[in-house]
């Protein structure tokens, strides 16, 4: 039988797949092949002759779907995904998948424990692991939850047994960020609660790749001291669940602070307990075979807005993002493989030549030693100093040399370090320490990054590209590299190529292979005057990327937006090859693409998994639509309290396979 003629079996399928790179990437994150072929026979007469031809994968492509209009509001109400991804064989053959979103659960649903019990998704426990209470409402009390699931990984563990579970074990981790309001509406939550982390245990069908949920453990993080703000998540090379903490509580003020005040209320019991030096870090999970988890927290990596961190092919170095006004470029190198617990911390001195424009030529990157430490080391610093021991900050010029000029944290501040105080500072105050000793802190919410290891290029989102960015703004040092005609609200993906050899501006070598040596304008967006939905940045182009990952085998840049300019945020698929860009997903109106993760395989399996933050979280640009669109994300979404947590699935376009 030629294996292009409609009539290809389901085992003639599965062969054939199975015989290219990604085993069966007939399901891009499950579902698929049984739908597609209708079950099949497995018998012998299925069986693929010897002497027929065995075709491998050639590359994968997707076609964009239009963004949603209000002419289907439905579909801007809701997850909505109009994509097709083409799998191409070396036989000019393909096959082709229709995607569609499949959630595990709404946050606030109430999902099995793995005990016999029922436990809230997304829900908000103190440092005792009782839930917390929302009381806003009288008479209508109940536990917090989260509608801002964001970064998420998706592993196995090596002998892995959890009850319930027919197929094989995956583990999906699952964090969540914040919640926007408490039940009154009205009571802004945001930093006010300890972050949850949430460990689901998944049956993965090895007929299908369908994953369904089994099990929901909530991660104890007393250990820790709780969890700040935790954004966006990576998966490491050893298969541990990377987190973050981002916008690092301001250790000079927190005493004063009424979020930072709230966040130790609700975490411990009292607005005093908290150490704003216990957070900012960047949080390592491991799960268990069982399905249960521990964390641990690095604290040797910088206190800065960790977005989202990727490691490096050498297990050792680590590229951070740094979601901040005046950010900066952060690379920790681990001192062993696999092991975050010590290293040093380098910050990037941007070279002349930065440019928005990707037809430019790449600034070139130099690397600042910021200090070598232990985490045991600095989480001893962290209990023991107080902000005015390490360094003296002022917000108006004291008129005194002594003290330097600088722009950290979105503001003009006038520092002087304490003598001996070098290493408290670097790891505990990184971003005022990084600008103080001349590094190129101008960079704009700078989100999510991933690594594209064959060719050996790292990727960073530019969320924006404002303010510390453009020459002459008040936030923009004068040669720090990083300066802007003008702003480019809608923002941009960098490509900064790796390679070894480096030494840092002292001199020293830096032992990595993997280091950033140039940065240059991959993908822009586009600012535009507001069009007939409401839409402030170009709806064909990126706007305020956000979560980036990769994918070795599709040769994939998936891109997330956190955009205030595209009234639906999207879900992009861009082809460093071909330099396509798709349009994949269509996030509800008023929320964000988040927890964004590309799974090349799994047991046989290819996923995309990803969430979504507060749908219906209207700013200006949603005037036109939120008259019409808000009662139905209300009615989709727990009345916009709740958030969806699932992964994109794909099924058979037609059963058979079609000549190129």
């Avoid at 693929?48 to 801007?76: D, H, K, Q, R, W």
């Avoid at 000019?92 to 606030?108: C, E, H, M, V, W």
């Avoid at 408290?424 to 802190?441: D, K, P």
């Avoid at 839409?535 to 840049?557: C, V």
Wanted: glycine share 10%; net charge negative; aromatic share 8%.
């Amino acid at each position: 039988m030629n294996p292009t003629t409609p009539e290809l079996s389901r085992r003639r399928l599965l062969r054939m797949l199975g015989a290219a790179p990604m085993l069966p990437l007939g399901s891009v994150a499950a579902a698929s092949l049984l739908t597609a072929c209708g079950g099949g026979s497995d018998d012998a007469s299925d069986a693929l002759a010897p002497s027929a031809p065995v075709a491998t994968l050639g590359s994968i492509s997707f076609s964009s779907m239009a963004a949603p209009t209000l002419a289907n509001a439905a579909a801007m109400a809701t997850n909505t995904v109009g994509s097709t991804m083409t799998v191409n064989f070396s036989d000019t053959s393909k096959l082709d998948f229709k995607l569609a979103y499949q959630p595990f659960f709404i946050t606030g649903d109430l999902v099995a424990n793995g005990n016999g019990g029922t436990v809230l998704a997304g829900g908000y426990y103190d440092i005792q692991n009782k839930p917390i209470i929302d009381a806003t409402v009288p008479g209508r009390e109940r536990q917090f939850f989260s509608d801002a699931p964001d970064g998420t990984s998706l592993l196995t563990v090596p002998n892995a047994s959890v009850a319930g579970v027919k197929g094989k074990p995956v583990f999906a981790v699952v964090q969540f960020e914040y919640t926007t309001f408490a039940q009154d509406g009205k009571t802004g939550m945001y930093g006010r609660l300890p972050s949850p982390i949430g460990v689901l245990t998944l049956d993965q069908d090895q007929a299908t790749g369908k994953l369904s949920l089994v099990k929901y453990h909530n991660v104890d993080t007393s250990s820790v001291e709780g969890l700040w703000i935790t954004c966006g998540a990576s998966l490491s090379p050893w298969g541990t669940h990377l987190s973050s903490e981002e916008y690092e509580p301001n250790a000079f003020t927190a005493a004063s602070d009424a979020q930072f005040k709230a966040f130790s209320k609700n975490l411990y019991g009292s607005e005093t307990a908290a150490n704003p030096y216990n957070y900012g870090h960047l949080p390592e999970v491991t799960v268990n075979p069982d399905g249960t988890a521990s964390i641990k927290k690095h604290y040797c990596l910088g206190r800065i807005s960790h977005e989202l961190v990727q490691v490096m092919p050498d297990q050792r170095t680590v590229l951070m993002g740094d979601d901040a006004t005046n950010s900066g470029y952060f690379v920790f190198v681990a001192d062993k493989e696999k092991d975050l617990s010590s290293g040093t911390l380098y910050v990037a001195k941007v070279g002349a030549g930065f440019s928005l424009d990707p037809q430019g030529a790449a600034a070139p990157l130099t690397w600042i030693r910021l200090g070598s430490a232990t985490s045991a080391e600095i989480r001893a610093l962290a209990a023991s100093l107080k902000a005015t021991d390490i360094m003296d900050v002022r917000t108006l010029d004291p008129q005194d040399p002594t003290f330097t000029r600088v722009a950290a944290n979105g503001a003009i501040e006038w520092i002087k370090l304490k003598p001996g105080m070098e290493k408290a500072a670097a790891f505990l105050e990184t971003h005022r320490y990084a600008a103080l000793v001349g590094a190129s802190m101008g960079f704009t919410k700078m989100e999510g990054t991933t690594v594209n290891a064959a060719d050996k290029v790292a990727y960073s989102a530019l969320q924006n590209c404002q303010s510390a960015m453009v020459a002459g703004n008040a936030l923009n040092v004068p040669g720090n590299g990083i300066s802007i005609p003008k702003a480019l609200n809608a923002g941009a993906v960098m490509a900064l190529k790796l390679a070894g050899g480096q030494k840092d501006l002292g001199g020293a070598a830096i032992n990595s292979e993997w280091m950033p040596v140039d940065v240059k304008a991959l993908l822009t967006g586009e600012d535009i005057p507001a069009d007939a939905l409401g839409n402030t940045a170009n709806p064909d182009r990126i706007g305020n990327p956000d979560n980036l990952k990769f994918s070795e085998k599709m040769r994939t840049l998936f891109i997330g937006e956190d955009s205030g300019q595209h009234v639906n945020n999207f879900l992009w698929a861009y082809n460093v090859d071909t330099k396509v860009l798709s349009r994949l997903m269509s996030i509800p109106a008023g929320g964000e693409s988040t927890g964004l993760h590309a799974v090349d395989e799994l047991n046989g399996w290819t996923y995309i998994m990803s969430n979504f933050q507060h749908a219906g979280d209207w700013g200006g640009i949603h005037n036109v639509v939120k008259t019409t669109l808000d009662p139905l994300v209300r009615a989709n979404y727990k009345d916009k309290f709740g958030a969806a947590v699932g992964y994109l699935t794909g099924e058979l376009s037609q059963m058979k396979l079609a000549k190129a």
